[in-house]
């Protein structure tokens, strides 16, 4: 099985920036749809961003226009670039095929967001 690894996250202040990547061990974002995820404390985890193989994008209303997904299908490796960041991002952030997902499977340990002054 594909291993997903997270990273990019830290501390950053209202209205920041920050990129979170995810690699994959081997290449399967052309025949997949992949989605970011993330989950709060208290709170379910919540698919954010799409992108399927075709790259056809989507997002949910909470980051439309703030975030952006897309891939490197040459570094094996989805990213988030996450803009005008808001205390309410804060979360942890998971990438995900969305079929493994749906089966409750394949989940990292992800990268953590906080975003404070």
């Known amino acids: 099985q594909v291993q997903l690894v997270e990273s990019g996250g830290g501390l950053v202040q209202p209205g920041g920036s920050l990129r979170l990547s995810c690699a994959a061990s081997?290449?399967?974002?052309?025949?997949?749809?992949m989605g970011w995820y993330r989950q709060a404390p208290g709170k379910q985890r919540e698919l954010v961003a799409t992108l399927t193989s075709a790259g056809s994008t989507n997002y949910a209303d909470s980051v439309k226009g703030r975030f952006t997904i897309s891939r490197d299908d040459a570094k094996n490796t989805v990213y988030l670039q996450m803009n005008s960041l808001k205390p309410e991002d804060t979360a942890v952030y998971y990438c995900n095929l969305l079929v493994r997902a749906a089966a409750g499977r394949g989940w990292g340990q992800g990268t953590q967001v906080t975003v404070s002054s």
């Open positions: 081997g290449s399967i974002f052309r025949a997949n749809a």
